[in-house]
């Protein structure tokens, strides 16, 4: 079968470890730190979380037919790829508790071109994580990122939740389309469900994986461990807006473990949204404002810089004033006279591809 | 006996001639109306009794039958009490019938036989004109306004007693004064120098009075847009005398029309937004115009426009596109006018104040905001402009324009388009077709390329372009320019609203 590169004892592996779901998150329950659990043989996972199934389960996991795996992944037109394989990304084995197997929506071969090796010699990647419930400001940050980063060639890596992570995904696909999803789930299942669209895109352009085998429909305690996988991913691990008790903040802690870099985006010390982010600040996180900042530690500092533009004086001289700052026709209006050009040298930039229009009437400019 | 007397009564807002029989015979007292009456018709019975023996003459102790013909057309309101009256004392003798026969009769009458005004004296005189009568006797208040028609003898009568004189040949009633009745309200026109900084929103409101072009402003709480819309009126060109009688008709029906004579104003209409479906378009069991022809060559101002009931706003969408509305009840179709230009307001997102920090918004909140303005109506709206808060030098500073001097740029784009477009049935750019948009915007290439550009991206539809290019004829017209040239489309294209996250959230 092409595309699935997965050993038996992985593929088994896998298997236990979805019908044990119902456990793990009973334990998860218990206080139990699901990465231990995680990071368990097979038998110490049956001995442990078992109960009064443990024989049974390790009867059917001896009788397993494991090329009905195989055949039911590539039905679910996904790739599976185990950590015995070549295309296997090299940096998730800094993970004592990596996922067996990788399932893959969108090729393990663009896989590799977007996450694979390890993190010395692979592509770059940048994990830009946050809350679900962003305001409209972190959504533009997150998007910004995404698309300077992607357009600079640096992979894109989120978990495709509502807010940040979406947004990070969103601005990845507006430029070169490198970005790579996990999920809690199963790699064929959209989830949230309104993100089915996100999800198509992605798949199309970029990558959606997943620990878990196709169909399988997350629980809670498979979003704290897919996390982990995110943060393994990446170079570097962003925090765009979280709240003191956000789970993004246990991808920036696995970075942190890991010894990735970890960025967060400042946000006013009053807001208790960004309390998450300004805290990881305090104890050091890269300041990170824009996708220069991120590249600036990724990528290194100046090696990035965007071309000179050529475009008319007119129309530069409107483009400075945004980027300066004075970002909505308003600020840029004195007199109701003024309004026709300037609106129209906007839209000359927005046409041109230099500005975005954001909400608000604001006007976002387009890193080149 | 018998006696007959011509009357009116309004189907929509046409006059129908309606023909009221008399007959009295010997017999029982009695008195009974027929002829597909609604209650405040049946009701007249005691209202004709009661003047006809308050204002001094005899009611005939005799078997009175009324019959309103044709008896199949529905007929409501109290406008029949005159004429009933006068067709009773013509058949009894008290009248002269021949007189009866060359005029139309219509008001209400009091028990004491004094005359009321009541709505659609406009189109009760249009009918009379266009019956060949010589002349309407009608409620005093209303004289002004029924001699608008021109063609015919109007003779307004305060009293039962005064109409019998006036059929008689004994009197000649004096025309009122024009101030006469009800005083007019002072229009005091708000102007736009009571409005700092906002010169971009000034700008968009001076394109859509110029072109009547479609307006939604969004912004935060309290910056101004409701102020600002407020003041369109003070920019609009005078009513022609056409606009103005069509304005009259559809306000005298409504019952709205208090002033004497022809309208003088453009109506500005802003319905509250928990108005309804037939509220805003006209309907109900005898069909009444409603606010978008209550707007007709004016002004609806929809504020709050995402909390308007979504029926409400889809009902809009044929009023807006034809410039009428059809409203079909039981047999009958009544026809609207509703050439009136939008003029709409809404947050940003459901508390206010996105995007600035203060924002208290989820995305799904934004989606769902942005849901309820989005789709067929959103189409119809040729200019977005998101209000700032204007910066706090401004706010202080000079005024920043004047209804006087935009009028007076209005004005002029105007007078350039009437040139054009005499002859096409178009007024504005905004009425233009599909038709006339082709023979009269013509684009030189380079001013095409971007139009092309954004369609292809798939930012606009085929209707956006067509919009898109009604703005931009009238910017050139306001800039007085023949052509339509390149900065004019780009401008025309920054004011659509299609362009991602304009006003929506993003991903």
Redesign the interface.
Known sequence: MTGIDACDACLSRTWLIAHLAGAIEVARHEKRRIREILALSEEQLLASLGGMRAAALAGELEALDVDGLRTSVDEAGLEALCRHADTYPARLHDLDDGPAVLFVAGGAERLVDLVGGDLDDGPRAVAVVGT??????A??VA?GLGRGLAAARVTVVSGMA??VD??A??GGLESSGRTVAVLAGGADVPYPPSKAR?HRLIAEHGCVVSELPPGFVAMRWCFPARNRIIAALGHMTIVVEAAQRSGSLITAEVAADLGREIGAVPG?VT?WRSAGANALLRDGAVVIRDARDALDAVVGVDRHDAPELHIEPRLRDVLVAVADGRD????L????????????A???L??MGHL???????YVVIPQ | MLARVTTFTIDGLEPRRVTVEVDVRAGLPHFTIVGLADRAVRESRERVKGAILNSGFDFPLKRVTVNLAPASLRKAGPGFDLAIACAILAAVGALPADALERYAVFGELGLSGEIRPCRGALAVAEGTARAGLAGLVLPRERVLEATLVGDIEVLGAASLPQVAEILRGNERPEPPEPDDGVVALPVRHLDLADVR????????L?IAAAGGHNLLL??PPGVGKTMIARRMPSILPPLTRAEALEVTRVHSVAGLHYGAGLASERPFRAPHHLISASGLVGGGPVPVPGEASLAHNGVLFLDELAEFPRPALEALRQPLEDGRVAIVRGQRTAIFPTRFMLVAATN??PCGH????R?R????D?ARHARRLSGPLLDRIDLL????R??VERLAGEP??SSAA?RARVVDARERQAARLDGTGAACNGQMDARVLRRHVRLASEAEV?LL??YRRGDLSARGRDRTLRVART?ADL?ASDAVLR??I??A???RHE?????????
């Open positions: 679900r419930r962003a305001s409209i400001d959504l533009e998007r509502l807010g979406s947004a995904h969103t996100l006013p807001a909505t026709l308003a600020a209006t004195h007199t109701p006279a003024d309004a026709g050009p300037t609106l129209a906007l839209t000359e927005e046409l975005r229009r954001a909400p608000g009437g604001r | 900084g906002h010169a971009e929103v000034i700008e968009a001076t969004s912004g940003p997102c996105a995007p600035s920090r924002c918004c989820n995305e799904g934004l402009v998101h209000v700032q204007p910066a920043t324009a935009e971007p550009d954004a910017i800039a900065d004019h780009v401008a294209l920054g004011y362009a991602s996250g304009a006003l929506g959230a993003v991903a």
